[in-house]
């Protein structure tokens, strides 16, 4: 009876274990994915954005991104705050057809 126990104990734990490990995965997945997404449409100038924001992002030769949010957005409306050369910017995105596009971008205000 105790050896049959352990086992289930030990079955439980891994698959606690396992689904942690999916879900740490799929964040890092994503912020790369996201990364990539704002980087290629930084340079192609395809979101909304104000004459400030766009001056300090046309000077960036090589954007360095880091996520410093989890989604904050709902449905199918992403948002970010992400921090590009040193600024923190409110990063917006659109998933449409499991596709996720760059929306908007705007320098975050203190």
Known sequence: MAKKLKKYVISIIALFF???LSLFFKKIYTEY???????I???RDKFTSNKKTLA???RINKPKIDIDS???GS???LYY???????YFDVTYIKSNEKIKLHSIFIHKK
Not at 81 to 87: A, H, L, T
């Open 41 to 43: 449409q930084i340079q």
């Open 56 to 58: 300090y992002l046309k």
């Open 18 to 20: 396992l689904l942690l």
């Open 33 to 39: 994915n996201l990364k990539k997404i704002t980087q």
């Open 75 to 77: 449905g199918n409306i």
């Open 70 to 72: 989890d989604n904050q």
């Open 81 to 87: 705050v992400e921090k590009i050369n040193g600024n």
